[in-house]
């Protein structure tokens, strides 16, 4: 029992860890990017700043929405943080209820209440965003529990924990590199990256995530950010941690991930919406194939 606790609060100071170290990360991917592209670009610590600045402004709600158009931020930022909470603990320790086909469903918990909201708003913009989000998780998830498969085939167990890769294995087999491309590539589609989605564009006919927060502002635009920016580094732990055959600390790996991710988006432009299932299409087959070759 008492190691449970332990565990327990190991995860919890993890995920406090990761709460305040995600704006960080996300400001170090804009500042490569910018360096890529050959402008100077803002400082790497921007995102606590705009964090900041919308928690001290104030949220305006429409007559016409509903509870549901208040609960979405809050859901979607309990659900992100309740995933973190069950990744492979870098303090020693491990939650027991860090089932990876609960981790799977706490995630997508968030965004059908974010999708819920956006049409809870009754903008066309709102509505349009949400669609375009469902329309994506269609093709995602599915990509996602193959990924899954293809690492409990691997390690055994259905645990997060357990799911890691050894430090001292360097996975260099044909099933580990499909797996570790494939998920990348799930990666950039489930965060909203390019090429599937630009997180920093605001043309309405383009954007899909941020078309959903078009009527949020305060406090509710700072949590639903903030969650975003976690979700973000949820998702390169997962890849530094189960899937990049690296043998390097975990922090690097991370470091590693997210330079990848502005290479990426640097040299992609984003793609036609109709074009996005066949990029998580390709995915889903070199996942099979991972499946198949172990």
Known sequence: MMNSYNDFGYCL????????????????????????????????????????????????????????????????????????????????????????????????????????SSLDAATAFGGMGGSREIYVAAFVEPVIMLAVLSNVLHTGSTFLGGMSLDPSEVNLTVAGVLTCLAFFLVLLAENSRIPVDNPDTHLELTMIHECMTLEYSGRLLALIHWASQLKLLIFLLLFSMLYLPLDIPVLLKVIVSAALVAVVETLNNKMRLFKVRVYLAAAGIMLLLAIAAQ
Do not use: H
């Open 13 to 116: 100071l993890q995920t406090v860890l990761l709460l305040f170290t995600a704006p960080l990360i996300a400001g170090i991917i804009k500042k490569l990017k910018a360096f890529m592209q050959n402008r100077v670009g803002s400082s790497i610590l921007q995102e606590y700043f705009d964090l900041y600045k919308w928690w001290r402004k104030p949220t305006f709600v429409t007559p016409y929405t509903s509870i549901i158009f208040l609960a979405a931020p809050c859901v979607y930022f309990a659900s992100t943080v309740a995933a973190a909470c069950m990744l492979p603990n870098l303090f020693g320790g491990q939650a027991s209820f860090g089932d990876v086909f609960v981790f799977v469903y706490i995630m997508a918990v968030g965004r059908f209440f974010m999708a819920l």
